[in-house]
């Protein structure tokens, strides 16, 4: 069975800084990875994803994220954060061959303090 | 495109009540479509996969005849929480699946439950 691992529950930062959210997952098979974001009271918008090809993943706001096989990881990376980026971030994992169903890790939440 | 609409997005109710939670997708015909429950600052936790026409999937400890689902037509699922609970209180979270999108979906604004 598939499981994801956010190590950081909370990531206060500074604006304009650099911010890192890591992921890790564990699956015996191919897997798709997914960066989900969330502002309060609201669902989840995709920020980026992982199918295949290049293992760098851009989004349109500045994040990027990079697959790395051999240490199971997805972790999240944007140089530059905003006070807008202050939410909750969601890593999710989907098998390949388990249909759409994806498994979320614990979140982390970061705060962008001005 | 690909969005995906939740109705209502909150609803207070008295306990003993039940409750129904519409999820809807507006520009695509959705196959699959899942219901995820999440309590405050946690993740979301899948209770069950919906497929059109036929009966939904629940997870493992998710009660089938308390959580009712309904999945009508390729644009509407439905959940019914029957006889609601206090501790039933969540905020409730549809997504729907593109048929040939690999994997992805996309997911409703949600609906927060209070049960009184």
């Known amino acids: 069975a598939q499981s994801v691992t956010q190590l950081d529950s909370q990531v206060p930062v500074f604006e304009e800084a650099p911010v890192e959210l890591r992921c890790n997952y564990s699956s015996s098979v191919s897997v798709y990875l997914f960066w989900y974001v969330q502002y309060p009271n609201q669902g989840l918008q995709l920020l980026l994803k992982y199918l295949s090809g290049s293992t760098l993943v851009e989004s349109i706001n500045g994040f990027e994220a990079e697959f790395n096989k051999s240490q199971t990881s997805f972790h999240l990376r944007k140089p530059s954060v905003h006070i807008s980026d202050t939410a909750e971030y969601f890593c999710?994992?989907?098998?390949?061959?388990?249909?759409?169903?994806?498994?979320f890790g614990g979140g982390t939440r970061v705060l962008v303090k001005p | 495109g690909a969005v995906v609409s939740q109705h209502p997005s909150w609803v207070i109710c008295k306990s003993g009540t039940s409750v129904k939670i519409e999820c809807r997708s507006l520009?695509?015909?959705?196959?699959?479509m899942f219901w995820y429950r999440q309590f405050p600052k946690q993740s979301l936790m899948l209770m069950a996969t919906?497929?059109?026409?036929?009966?939904?999937?629940?997870e493992q400890g998710v009660e089938k005849d308390k959580f009712l689902i309904n999945h009508a037509s390729l644009t509407l699922s439905t959940l019914t929480v029957t006889s609601a609970h206090p501790e039933d209180s969540s905020f409730y979270i549809c997504?729907?699946?593109?048929?040939?999108?690999?994997?992805?979906?996309?997911f409703g604004p949600g609906t927060r439950l209070t049960v009184l």
């Open positions: 999710a994992v989907s098998e390949w061959a388990a249909g759409n169903k994806l498994t």
């Open positions: 919906s497929n059109e026409g036929s009966k939904a999937t629940y």
């Open positions: 997504s729907a699946s593109v048929p040939g999108v690999s994997n992805e979906q996309f």
């Open positions: 520009d695509f015909q959705a196959t699959t």
